[in-house]
């Protein structure tokens, strides 16, 4: 209970000026924003199926909402409210939560930047001293005239505002530590509103008018079209941006908590009726729409709540406010409360979603979806974002590439893109080109074949191997290539036989295994799970002997003419591949590399010792001169992991214990503690965010600071010099089967590269 209390003073005192400000945005009641936070707070916090999401006045619906406002007034808007959570309770009842989500993230993202933009051009000019206009475009239009004769006072509240804002999460010192327990949007708010009662500026502040006066809803009226229209509009994206915010508080508490201290993970169905409800008591009482944001949820779970009582604790302090606290709301400026919203709608164009987005080459998607959003309206702009989305992927679906090349006698078809019936015609013709008897190599670069290409790929094997040729089928889509021709070798391929997990063992089916136990309720450590159940399972020599007789089964026959030709030419890697002995790092499987790509060095916590250090290896520096300087290796990559022993083990090290072997070494690790703790360094973040624990913190900060190791060594330094060799870090979490990048010239982790099953991200 000590726990949600506190958690929900903190978001307490963020959602008030935030409620503000966003009811200032929309044109609403300013006590519209108080109204929602506390129905989104008590209601949804009661009745929602995410225990730490945090509900309030809606973020992505200010701009629906003040288009409302504008075209039909405030009481048939909080009508409209009441439908939209009706509706929002008839689709949780219908089970349709996860069918919000199926909408493509770059619509879904370009549709909050969208409206960021939308929002932040509405606020400048409240900035500025000025009057926003009814539209993005005439903001802009507007904005030079407002530039030229900006309003002194509301301009320098606005500036006070936005320096303690951005600044206040980096106050330095036990001081700074201190001060940043107060949030920051509280922090700006306060100094500006001190500052302005100080100097005696006269500007627009927020007026509360009594709560006997206060508009409560009417029967909408208007056109039934249009009713409908924004109905569908407000449940729309109030129920998307709910869902999604649940969604990332699940994975803030997943990366942040230990299991022992998580809440159940989010029921979307039920969250979405606790949105409904609150929807219809803030509509019923003259309240904005209600949705779950992100920066409260976030703030709650930082601030370490444990249950629901903490949303609804908050939703109880706002109300304790608007009745004892008028007053001192009525002495806050309101460009102040508009620069906040401001850096509010700035933060909603997301850079981690620019990159997201490009890396997936649906740019187009999110630039669409943003330009639409801001010059036609939210419901406009998300109805143009799908329908360009749809038609990129009906694009890349009947986009595919179908190549053939002759080497060595040997036949190599590849197809890039996806085989449907509209490849079929290429793919035949292709397939036509290769002479009766050939061998041939069949590249399937795609994660689909429909039956049409099923069909014409194993009709011309059959083909092809009656006329004595041989077909070997590789490639993601292998799996459901046809099957019943002869494999490379000459040999019958066997109908639902093993393929080899890429990239060379059959590494893909360890977890059936070893959930099939042995007998006692243990899990068996076995090999691989295409051993018949007459094998050996034991532990030791029966394990390794299980192993390589799978090897020589199963993985053998596919990689034998590749190692022959490795053993022919000798060894060329491309890269020296340094990372942490832990056995649960697979470095062949988290690389998508094979035998012959990398030179690995592994070594307990992934370290580089410094040349001459005290207690030096000289074997790593040995492997890092014969990499660099013999194998000529064109980069070079430190590996570290989550949960790595070696850096738990640095951090819990005192320096009275007894020296031993692992000590010994360990202490090439003291300047990446060291790192960590100095306030030189910024702290490394990990896609966005900070690490969840000190030993996450120690294991990122590792590996930047053993590349600056790497730099210390000769060869190392010489071939940088010649622009020859490139350094990258990488991290690795285990638990999530994530795998991720160092931002170049940086100390953050931001670009994550593979999901669970391989796929980007």
């Not at 209601?43 to 995410?50: I, S």
């Not at 249009?226 to 803030?252: H, P, Q, Y």
């Not at 035998?595 to 010792?609: A, E, I, S």
Request: glycine share 10%; net charge positive; proline share 6%.
């Amino acid at each position: 209970m000590a726990a949600d209390l506190s958690a929900s003073v903190a978001v307490f005192l963020i959602a008030l000026p935030l409620s503000l400000g966003i009811a200032l945005a929309t044109g609403a009641p300013l006590q519209a924003g108080l109204v929602a936070a506390a129905a989104g707070g008590i209601v949804a916090g009661r009745l929602g199926g995410a225990p730490l999401l945090v509900s309030g006045a809606a973020t992505g619906l200010t701009v629906v909402t003040a288009e409302l406002i504008q075209r039909y007034g405030w009481r048939t808007t909080c009508a409209i409210t009441v439908l939209a959570g009706c509706c929002q309770l008839g689709l949780a009842f219908l089970r349709t939560a996860r069918s919000a989500l199926m909408v493509s993230p770059a619509v879904v993202h370009g549709m909050l930047a969208g409206i960021g933009v939308t929002i932040a051009l509405a606020q400048l000019h409240i900035v500025l001293g000025g009057t926003p206009q009814s539209s993005a475009l005439a903001n802009v239009l507007g904005l030079p005239a407002q530039l030229a004769d900006p309003h002194p006072a509301a301009l320098g509240v606005s500036v006070l505002t936005l320096i303690v804002l951005l600044g206040w999460p980096r106050l330095p010192g036990r001081a700074g530590t201190t001060l940043r327990r107060v949030p920051a949007a509280l922090a700006a708010v306060a100094a500006a509103t001190t500052f302005a009662a100080l100097t005696g500026l006269r500007l627009p502040r927020v007026d509360l008018p009594s709560w006997r006066s206060h508009a409560l809803p009417e029967w909408p009226e208007g056109p039934v079209l249009g009713i409908v229209a924004a109905v569908l509009t407000v449940t729309l994206v109030g129920s998307v941006e709910s869902l999604l915010s649940a969604v990332a508080t699940d994975k803030l508490i997943a990366t942040g908590r230990d299991r022992g201290s998580r809440p159940p993970r989010a029921d979307l169905d039920r969250e979405l009726r606790g949105q409904g409800a609150a929807n219809i008591v803030s509509g019923a009482l003259g309240g904005l729409p209600v949705a779950g944001g992100a920066v409260r949820s976030g703030a709650n779970v930082r601030a370490g709540a444990v249950s629901r009582r903490a949303a609804m604790l908050h939703g109880l302090w706002i109300i304790l406010a608007a009745g004892l606290l008028v007053p001192v709301l009525d002495l806050i400026p309101l460009a102040s409360l508009a620069a906040l919203v401001m850096v509010v709608g700035v933060q909603m164009v997301s850079a981690t979603h620019v990159r997201t987005v490009t890396r997936h080459r649906e740019i187009l998607v999110y630039v669409t979806t943003i330009s639409a959003v801001v010059l036609g309206g939210v419901l406009e702009g998300v109805a143009i974002g799908i329908a360009v989305a749809v038609a990129v992927a009906l694009h890349r679906l009947a986009r595919t590439r179908i190549t053939l090349e002759e080497r060595d006698g040997v036949h190599r078809v590849r197809a890039r893109g996806q085989l449907t019936f509209l490849a079929v015609p290429r793919l035949s013709r292709v397939l036509n080109q290769i002479p009766y008897g050939a061998r041939t190599v069949i590249e399937l670069d795609g994660s689909f074949m429909d039956h049409a290409a099923f069909e014409t790929l194993q009709d011309w094997q059959d083909s092809h191997v009656a006329h004595g040729g041989s077909v070997e089928v590789t490639g993601r889509a292998g799996a459901g290539a046809p099957e019943g021709g002869r494999a490379a070798g000459g040999e019958p391929a066997r109908r639902g036989a093993h393929h080899c997990c890429r990239p060379w063992t059959p590494w893909k089916n360890h977890c059936d295994h070893r959930a099939a136990g042995d007998g006692e309720g243990r899990a068996l450590p076995g090999p691989t799970a295409t051993a018949p159940a007459s094998e050996p399972r034991r532990r030791g020599a029966g394990q390794l002997a299980s192993g390589i007789i799978a090897f020589q089964r199963d993985t053998a026959p596919h990689v034998r003419d590749e190692l022959a030709r490795l053993a022919r030419e000798g060894q060329q890697p491309s890269q020296l591949f340094l990372t942490c002995a832990d056995s649960r790092l697979v470095t062949s499987m988290i690389t998508a590399s094979g035998p012959g790509d990398l030179f690995t060095v592994r070594n307990v916590g992934n370290l580089v010792p410094l040349p001459g250090a005290e207690a030096t290896d000289d074997s790593v520096a040995a492997a890092i001169e014969y990499a660099v300087d013999v194998l000529q290796v064109d980069s070079i990559t430190v590996c570290g992991h989550s949960g790595c022993g070696a850096m738990q083990a640095l951090l819990n090290s005192h320096p009275g214990a007894p020296m031993t072997p692992l000590r010994r070494w360990l202490r090439h690790g003291l300047p990446s503690l060291e790192r960590m703790r100095s306030r030189h360094h910024p702290w490394a973040r990990i896609a966005g965010r900070l690490p969840a624990d000190a030993v996450e913190q120690l294991c990122l900060t590792n590996v930047v600071q053993q590349l600056e190791h790497l730099r210390a060594h000769e060869s190392v330094a010489r071939r940088l010099a010649e622009g020859t060799l490139e350094l990258h870090g990488m991290y690795f979490h285990v638990g999530e089967a994530q795998a991720y990048l160092l931002s170049e010239g940086d100390d953050f982790f931001d670009c994550r590269i593979f999901d669970s099953v391989g796929g980007h991200v």
